[in-house]
C-alpha cells in the first residue's frame, strides 16, 4: 500500500468500512418496504455485503453497489476495468449451494446476492533469479513442489472470475508442458480466488505467472524484426521526424490527430497506410 | 487403428525414454496412440482408505473425460497410472454410494460408473496386435540377449486388476520371445522394488535393489527389462548405493520394455532417449550390435 493511501486509510482498523450508510441498511429480520418518498429513478434491490443487508439502485456494478452503501474502498479496487485482478469478489445467491465468483467491478448486483469481497489471498511467491532460469519443468516443480499436491477436485477452475481451466493447467505444469500451462493461463489477472480455494494449498497463479513468464523469455522464437527496428531506432532512423513533431504548433498537431490514417479493423498483415514516408 | 492412450506426467518428463519408443513402435505397428486432449494426473498411488474418496476424484475424472470424449477403452504406459485408473475403475463400477458421491462431487455434467475399459500397452501387444505378428515385424532380432523381465507390483496386484496371472506371470516373457530376445526367469520377477518406500526409508531401498538384481544376475541375465519408472528409479538409486559401499556388487543395466520393442522393430536408438536411463544399457546394446536402425520400417499394410 502506498503512502498516499495509507494517508486516506480511515482511522478504524477495518478495511471496509461504512463512514455514511447512503442506502438504507436494515436488520436482517425487519425487511423494511422501499419508501416511496425517495423518488429515486432507478429500482433498488436488496443485497447482503459480508451479511448486512443494503438496498442499491439495480444496474450498478459490486463494487460501485459496495461504495453507494458507504464503502471506502482503500484495496479491492484498481483499475475499474476488469483487466487488474485486484477485486476478486464471492457470493451466493439463496436456494443455491453453488458458490458464485465475479470482479465486483465487472459484475452488475443482482436482488439477493450475499457478497464479500477477497482482494487479497496469502500466497508465497516462490524467490528466483530469473536470468537463471531454464525451461526444463524441473525449474518449476523446485520452485513450488506444492504443484504435485493437486487431487484434481477442480475447485480453483470453478473459482475463475476468467473461465481459465485452472486445473488443466496445474495439470499441464505437472507433465511439463510450459507452453501450454502459459497458453491456458493467458487471461490470468492473478486475483488469486483460485487460490483461496485449493485443496492442495496451492499458489496456482503465481506458478502461471512464472510459466508465461520463462515460456515468454526462453520459449517462443525471439522476433528477429524487432531487433532490426531497435537497431533502426537506436541509430536514428526516427529523429528527424520526432524533432519535426515537436516543432508542430499545438492546433496543427490536433489536425494531425484527427485526420490520422487508422488501420482497420481485421486488417491483414500487408497492410500499409496511403502515406509511407514515416515507414 | 487410433487408441485413446493416456501418458502419465512422468512419461512426459522423467520417463520420455518409456513414452517416445512406444509411440514409436505401435505407428510402425499401424496402431495410433492418440492422447486423450485433457488429462490430469491419475492420482500416483491408489488410495486405500475406506472414506478417502477425495483420492479417487482424480483417476475417476480422467476415465469421466475419456467416456465424454466418446473413448470406450483407455491404453496406459506406466504401471502406475494403470494400477490407480484401473483400480478406481472398479470402485466406481462396485459400489454404488460412493459412485454417486464421486459423480456428484466431480460436477462434469456426466455420470460415470466404469464405462471404460482400462488396458496396459502390453495387454494391446498380446491381445490387438498379437505376439505373431509383433514377431514377423522384427527388423532386428534381440538374438544374443539374454534379459530378466521384471513386473514389479503393479502391473499385477491386486489380482482383480492384474494384465496377467500374479503368480505366474508370462507376458512380458512372451513379449521378449517375440522380440527374438532370450527371456530369463528369475524368482523375484514380481517382488516389490521398494516402491514409495523411497520417500518414508530411502535407505532400505538398496536392500530390495539387491534381492532383485542378485537373483537375474545368478540365472543369468544381462540386464532387467522394466516396465515402471518407479522400478526404474528405485534400482538404479539402489545400484548405486550398493556400488558405494560394496565392491562386490555387479551393476545390472536396467530398459524399458518399449526401448526394447523399438530396436527390434529397426527404429534405432533415437527414439529410445538412452540419455535418460539410470541403469545406462547403452554399452551392452553396442556390443550385442543392437544401436543401428534399419532402413524401411513400413505400418502393416502400409
Known amino acids: 500500500m502506498s503512502a498516499k493511501q495509507t494517508k486516506r486509510k480511515p482511522a478504524t482498523a477495518a478495511r471496509h468500512r461504512a463512514r455514511k450508510p447512503a442506502a438504507t441498511a436494515v436488520k436482517e429480520e425487519k425487511k423494511a418496504p422501499v419508501r416511496e418518498e425517495k423518488k429515486i429513478a432507478a429500482k433498488l434491490i436488496p443485497i447482503y455485503i459480508m451479511g448486512k443487508r443494503y438496498e442499491i439502485p439495480e444496474g450498478l456494478t459490486i463494487m460501485k453497489a ?23 469478489t464471492v ?28 482482494p487479497f489471498f496469502p500466497a508465497n511467491r516462490a524467490a528466483y533469479e530469473f536470468a537463471g532460469l531454464t525451461a526444463a519443468p524441473e ?25 481459465i481451466e485452472v486445473m488443466d493447467t496445474i495439470s ?17 489477472i492473478q486475483c488469486g480466488l483460485c487460490t483461496s480455494r485449493c485443496f492442495g494449498e496451492l499458489a496456482q497463479y503465481h506458478m502461471f505467472q512464472l510459466a508465461r513468464r520463462i515460456y515468454g523469455a526462453r520459449i517462443v522464437p525471439r522476433a528477429e524484426h524487432l531487433a532490426g527496428m531497435v537497431k533502426a531506432v537506436n541509430e536514428g532512423k526516427y529523429d528527424r521526424m520526432l524533432d519535426q513533431l515537436k516543432r508542430i504548433k499545438e492546433d496543427e498537431l490536433k489536425r494531425l490527430y484527427q485526420e490520422r490514417e487508422v488501420e482497420p479493423m481485421g486488417a491483414g498483415e500487408d497492410w500499409k497506410p496511403k502515406d509511407t514516408t514515416y515507414l | 487403428m487410433s487408441l485413446a492412450y493416456y501418458p502419465g506426467c512422468t512419461l512426459k518428463t522423467k520417463a520420455r525414454n518409456l ?24 492420482g500416483a498411488v491408489y488410495s486405500l ?39 478406481a475403475n472398479l470402485l466406481m463400477k462396485q459400489d454404488v454410494d460412493k459412485r454417486n458421491t464421486i459423480n456428484s462431487f466431480i460436477d462434469e455434467g456426466l455420470d460415470y460408473s466404469g464405462e471404460v475399459e482400462v488396458v496396459h500397452l502390453l495387454e494391446v501387444l498380446r491381445d490387438d496386435v498379437g505376439w505373431d505378428v509383433i514377431s514377423h515385424m522384427v527388423k532386428l532380432p534381440l538374438r544374443e540377449l539374454r534379459v530378466a523381465p521384471y513386473y514389479g507390483c503393479t502391473l499385477l496386484r491386486p489380482r482383480e486388476v492384474a494384465i496377467d496371472s500374479a503368480e505366474d506371470p508370462t507376458i512380458l516373457r512372451d513379449f521378449l520371445k517375440a522380440l527374438g530376445a532370450r527371456p530369463i526367469d528369475f524368482p523375484e520377477s514380481t517382488r516389490c522394488c521398494g516402491s514409495y518406500e523411497v520417500i518414508s526409508n530411502p535407505d532400505d531401498i538398496p536392500e530390495y535393489t539387491r534381492a532383485i538384481l542378485d537373483s537375474a544376475l545368478n540365472h543369468g541375465a544381462e540386464a532387467l527389462v522394466l516396465t515402471c519408472p518407479l ?51 547403452e554399452s551392452l546394446l553396442r556390443e550385442k550390435n543392437l544401436l543401428s536402425a534399419v532402413e524401411n520400417v513400413r505400418p502393416i499394410g502400409g
Not at chain 2, 517416445?20 to 485433457?38: I, N, Q, Y
Not at chain 2, 472414506?51 to 475419456?66: E, S
Request: overall charge positive.
Open chain 2, 49 to 87: 482408505a475406506d472414506d478417502d474418496l477425495i483420492h479417487q476424484v482424480a483417476p475417476v475424472r480422467n476415465l469421466v473425460r475419456v467416456k465424454k470424449a466418446g473413448e470406450t477403452k483407455l491404453v496406459t504406459l506406466c504401471a502406475f497410472c494403470l494400477n490407480t485408473l484401473k483400480r
Open chain 1, 66 to 88: 459496495m461504495e453507494y452503501a458507504g464503502y471506502i474502498l482503500i484495496r479491492g479496487c484498481g483499475c475499474r476495468g476488469g483487466t487488474c485482478g485486484a477485486c476478486g
Open chain 2, 19 to 42: 513414452e517416445e519408443p512406444a509411440v514409436a513402435s505401435m505407428e510402425a505397428l499401424g496402431f495410433k496412440l492418440d492422447e486423450v486432449p485433457r488429462w490430469n494426473c491419475c
Open chain 2, 231 to 281: 522400478c526404474d528409479y528405485n534400482l538404479a538409486r539402489g545400484q548405486k548405493e550398493l556400488v558405494k559401499k560394496n565392491s562386490g556388487f555387479r551393476r545390472m543395466p536396467l530398459i524399458y520394455f518399449t526401448q526394447l520393442l523399438a530396436l527390434a522393430l529397426g527404429l534405432g536408438p533415437q527414439v529410445c532417449h538412452f540419455e535418460l536411463n539410470h541403469g545406462s544399457p
Open chain 1, 91 to 118: 457470493y451466493r445467491k439463496p436456494g443455491d449451494y453453488k458458490l458464485q465468483v465475479a470482479l465486483a467491478c465487472q459484475k452488475t448486483v443482482e436482488p439477493d446476492m450475499y457478497i464479500a469481497q477477497i
Open chain 1, 139 to 163: 525449474e518449476i516443480f523446485k520452485l513450488y513442489p506444492e504443484l504435485f499436491r493437486c487431487v484434481a477436485c477442480n475447485s480453483c477452475t470453478k473459482a475463475c472470475p476468467q473461465g
Open chain 1, 172 to 188: 499441464a505444469l505437472k507433465q511439463g508442458n510450459i507452453t501450454g500451462a502459459a497458453q491456458l493461463s493467458f487471461d490470468c
